[in-house]
């Protein structure tokens, strides 16, 4: 005679297939869930289209890139906050038309933004976008949003006179020749200037008067070279004649008092 199941034991599987069909129904119901907050995510991504191009068409080095960024700039002296950036690889001429992602939730009417761009080719930069754009400005709400870009700018600040390192590039419009070592001439604050003139050491003491130069007391070390002497007399001759100095960028010239060039010279840093 078959045994009886204890009642306890019926229970157990009754409880049993009950939380199971809870589980069931709880997973249903997160599956149901999933495609209401999917949706919600997708209505807060937008896309920024903008349109990129410069005026004077000329051509691009190969692994010339472009890069569009929209940034958050609303805090001054901190690094800006980059919403969106993307970095093309340039293969064709302008215009180029950029697609920017990002998320409209982040963006605060009350914050400023600027959207910019700019070329590059490894480490320089070749163009870049100079005016401020703020694509939510309702008067500047156009698509694609257009990027002008204007030639980077390659005039490097005037160097100092004073306590830089001179190397002698021309003397009377003639390529200098490097034979034992450079030519050189560096200016100390008080007054005295120090250098090589292609076999010798050279000291003297040097005025300045806005524009006007003039060096007095020079002297030389008297060592003989067979190769540089000629050289060495030219640009002794020339300091001697200087009377104009003008630095622009890392050029120094020397002029003597018509404004005739007697010598230039390039900044070393080292």
Not at 20 to 36: E, K
Request: hydrophobic share 35%.
């Amino acid at each position: 005679m078959p045994k009886r199941k204890p009642a306890h034991t019926t229970i157990k599987s009754f409880v049993g297939f009950s939380l199971l069909a809870c589980g069931t129904f709880i997973l249903a119901g997160c599956d149901q869930q999933t495609p209401s907050s999917s949706t919600e995510q997708v209505k807060k991504t937008t896309i920024l289209t903008t349109q990129v191009s410069y005026s004077d068409r000329s051509m691009l080095r190969p692994g010339s890139q472009l890069i569009v960024t929209l940034s958050d700039v609303s805090k001054m002296d901190v690094r800006v906050d980059i919403i969106s950036q993307q970095i093309l690889d340039i293969t064709k001429t302008p215009p180029y038309t950029v697609d920017l992602i990002y998320d409209a939730s982040k963006i605060n009417s009350k914050h400023r933004y600027s959207l910019s761009a700019r070329i590059i080719n490894k480490d320089r930069v070749l163009y870049t976008s100079a005016a401020h754009y703020n694509p939510f400005t309702e008067s500047k709400s156009t698509n694609p949003y257009k990027i002008e870009l204007s030639k980077a700018s390659t005039n490097k600040p005037n160097v100092d006179l004073v306590s830089t390192y001179w190397k002698a590039k021309t003397l009377n419009t003639e390529q200098v020749n490097v034979i034992i070592k450079e030519p050189f001439i560096q200016f100390d604050k008080n007054n005295k200037v120090h250098g090589f003139l292609g076999c010798n050491n050279f000291t003297a003491s040097y005025q300045l008067d806005k524009q006007t130069i003039a060096f007095n007391q020079l002297g030389s070390t008297k060592k003989m070279c067979s190769e540089a002497m000629d050289q060495e007399a030219a640009l002794s001759k020339a300091l001697n004649k200087s009377a104009q100095w003008q630095v622009t960028g890392e050029t120094l010239t020397l002029n003597n008092s018509d404004g005739k060039r007697l010598a230039t010279f390039g900044a070393v840093y080292f």
